[in-house]
């Protein structure tokens, strides 16, 4: 159903279904960050009518059904409140500076799947129309579970991070040989402080004595092969790999 209280802001969006959970973002902030969601609801349209229902207080600007249909929900300027409570990279009030996309999936706890191909393509369409009207730099897309670790798990080990990063959605340095040829075995000595810097240069929130749930997060995004939250030899490298692709792109 669609409505004319709003015109789309995106030209990748045929059908606007207006939100009332939304405010204004704080400060005037105008975008700098996308965040990647998964709905985690059992039924899609469920999903979407909890999304634009009054009282529910949750919301996204957009939401991305499985067969690739994008439906916008609250006005890229405005608050939608999508993150809850997050930090990334100094920030704490993600909801004023991102524009939250919610992707249709029953999520881990109601059978979490495979993303289809059509919906990945809109998902790419539509975050390289947001990136080409904003000044939103790919380590400022995040999921997430990067920004709310202790409480969130999507979009998950089965999203497609490096198709997004081809088309300069997000980062994603390809592993290192000797990584990819040796998962399950780089059980080893690490370093355990250089590695916890690696993780909080990159962005995430490392907290004394819950260090495992950015591990966990930082594994389901860029080693998506194992997330058991152990700081082992593998997850080190690939913590020093992705940190450098990290200070390669702040630096231009």
Not at 2 to 15: I, N, P, R, T, W
Not at 24 to 29: A, I, K, L
Not at 121 to 145: F, K, M, N, T, W
Not at 192 to 220: K, S
């Amino acid at each position: 159903m669609s409505s004319g209280v709003f015109a789309s802001d995106s030209c990748v969006v045929a059908e606007v279904m207006p939100s009332p959970n939304h405010g204004e973002r704080v400060g005037g902030r105008r975008p700098d960050m996308i965040v990647l969601h998964y709905t985690g609801m059992r039924d899609a349209a469920a999903a979407l009518a909890h999304l634009t229902t009054l009282g529910s207080e949750v919301s996204a600007h957009y939401y991305v059904n499985e067969d690739g249909r994008i439906v916008q929900l609250v006005q890229e300027s405005r608050r939608a409140w999508h993150a809850g409570r997050a930090y990334w990279a100094g920030e704490i009030d993600i909801n004023s500076c991102s524009i939250g996309i919610e992707i249709a999936n029953p999520g881990h706890e109601w059978g979490y799947r495979p993303f289809p191909e059509e919906q990945i393509a809109a998902v790419e369409r539509l975050s390289c129309d947001l990136l080409s009207r904003y000044p939103i730099p790919p380590r400022r897309v995040v999921g997430h579970s990067d920004i709310a670790p202790d409480r969130k798990a999507d979009p998950g080990e089965l999203f497609d991070w490096p198709r997004l990063a081809r088309a300069g959605i997000g980062i994603w340095p390809e592993p290192a040989a000797d990584l990819t040829g040796g998962r399950g075995r780089g059980i080893g000595v690490v370093e355990r402080a250089g590695a916890l810097a690696d993780l909080a240069a990159i962005g995430y929130w490392v907290t004394t004595g819950a260090e495992h749930v950015a591990v966990t997060a930082f594994q389901r995004r860029f080693r998506p092969e194992r997330w058991d939250g152990r700081l082992d030899a593998e997850t080190a490298q690939r913590l020093a790999e992705v940190r450098a692709a990290y200070d390669r792109a702040r630096q231009g």
